[in-house]
């Protein structure tokens, strides 16, 4: 039943390929998250906005992003934009679609934050003078990125994890497409992937490590 | 652009891949929580570090893109020569990525069950397995639920990975589609629909559910 002779060595050999494929996985992950991160404190203040004007819009791009798989945005972004006359390369279309869906997820983090922080904090703000940007951008905005820090960077390891759906639409650059490559052209397919699901592991382990040192660190009063 | 050679038959074929999706969700969600829940009653009832290879090892599946999982599970079934079909493999890959987040829910369900609760409930002469099923399981199951559903969405949206085992689920048949009328923007828009409309109302019940029980609490 078992006659396969596990071929380590090919596999080690082209760690240092991999290595720089895990750059760029790590490259994509933290772009789609500064872009995402942005995006969501747009949203989160939207959807907490009176105006429906602002509130519709940001509403369903929420909704879209949870309830449609992250495969299927990345395929809306790299074939579906296609009929438009709109052709993003793997990267962007990667980048694109992963940082739309974290948008929508850290939206609801931040909406949740958002509930902790007491109203009437802002309104000191207001009568001490503060515009209401400013008062959300010195008085809420601190508060809300230290309450929702540990869920971002829960989210975070998400994204590293999305960035190997690259592969689906051509991706040849990061982690899983750099594995992909060697694997057709060797077909040693269990043993790089195995070594590409050993860095993964590492790298997600490093980053929530890393994101607890920091929240130990930052957070303590 | 408002004109489409997309057909019912076509239609039917989206409904059908959509059928493989509900199908392999069903299975790996029905197979993971059962494993979840025996996991979570061992991790919530063995002391931490006895509970420590269980732990890695459910962790493994949450920290290694789903994506990858499959490949080395279909890579190993065919080199170990135990020959089941790729559905069959994603099923169970699915199941165990599924029990991994489960036990997780449900150990922290049995340990938001407060201690002295389940003490009264044995100093009355309950038994461990009596106690376990009419005083922790009613009441761990309010604050499981929510987050239960929660997962089961994300299932079904991930069992689109499958698509790279060659299933033809619901995404893999839009791409089919795709190939074949050339009109990527409106087949995607239907297949979004569809996950939409799959997962967002039930989406909104788990909402529901968790904002009403919390009230109570």
Redesign the interface.
């Known amino acids: 039943?078992?006659d396969?002779t596990f071929q380590w060595r090919q596999a080690i050999r082209a760690l240092p390929q991999m290595l720089d494929g895990a750059l760029v996985t790590m490259q994509i992950a933290v772009l789609s998250m500064a872009i995402g991160v942005t995006i969501a404190v747009f949203l989160a203040v939207a959807r907490n906005s009176s105006s429906r004007w602002l509130r519709a819009p940001a509403t369903a791009w929420v909704?879209?992003a949870?309830?449609?798989?992250?495969?299927?945005q990345i395929?809306?972004a790299h074939?579906?934009?296609?009929?438009?006359g709109i052709y993003l390369s793997p990267y962007i279309a990667l980048l694109a679609g992963i940082a739309f869906n974290n948008a929508g997820y850290l939206c609801e983090t931040f909406r949740g934050a958002l509930r902790a922080i007491p109203a009437t904090q802002i309104r000191a703000g207001r009568s001490l003078g503060m515009g209401p940007a400013k008062a959300f951008r010195l008085i809420v905005m601190p508060q809300m990125f230290r309450i929702s820090f540990l869920p971002t960077m829960n989210q975070a390891?998400w994204a590293i994890?999305?960035t190997?759906?690259g592969?689906?639409v051509g991706m040849n650059s990061d982690l899983?497409g750099v594995t992909q490559d060697l694997n057709a052209r060797t077909f040693r397919?269990?043993e790089f992937?195995?070594m590409?699901?050993v860095i993964?592991?590492l790298i997600?382990?490093a980053v929530m490590l890393g994101a607890r040192l920091i929240a130990w660190r930052m957070f303590r009063y | 652009?408002f004109e489409t050679d997309l057909s019912l038959n076509d239609l039917m074929f989206l409904a059908k891949g959509a059928g493989v999706t509900l199908a392999i969700t069903f299975l790996a969600v029905t197979g993971g929580t059962l494993m979840g829940l025996l996991f979570g009653v061992i991790r919530a009832q063995i002391k931490p570090w006895m509970a420590l290879p269980l732990t890695f090892v459910l962790d493994?599946f949450r920290?290694?893109?789903?994506?990858?999982?499959l490949?080395?599970a279909?890579?190993?079934q065919a080199?170990?020569?135990f020959g089941i079909s790729p559905f069959v493999t994603s099923c169970i890959v699915l199941a165990l990525y599924t029990s991994a987040y489960c036990t997780e829910i449900v150990r922290g369900a049995i340990e938001a069950v407060p201690m002295v609760t389940r003490r009264a409930a044995r100093s009355l002469g309950l038994t461990w397995g009596q106690d376990m099923t009419q005083i922790v399981f009613p009441m761990a199951l309010r604050v499981a639920l929510p987050s239960w559903i929660g997962l089961t969405?994300g299932v079904m949206?991930?069992s689109?990975?499958v698509?790279?085992l060659g299933i033809f689920e619901l995404?893999k048949s839009?791409?089919v589609l795709?190939t074949r009328l050339q009109?990527?923007?409106?087949i995607?828009?239907i297949?979004?629909a569809i996950?939409?409309m799959l997962?967002?109302p039930i989406?909104r019940l788990g909402g529901r559910l968790e904002r009403k029980w919390k009230e109570n609490d």
């Open positions: 039943m078992f396969y909704e879209v949870r309830n449609t798989p992250a495969l299927f395929y809306m074939f579906g934009l296609g009929s438009f390891v994890l999305m190997s759906l592969v689906t899983t397919t269990f992937f195995a590409a699901a993964y592991y997600a382990k | 652009m493994i920290s290694v893109p789903l994506l990858i999982q490949i080395l279909n890579a190993f080199i170990a020569g969405l949206k991930d689109a990975l698509l790279w995404l839009s791409q795709i009109e990527p923007m409106f995607l828009l297949t979004g996950y939409f997962s967002f989406a």
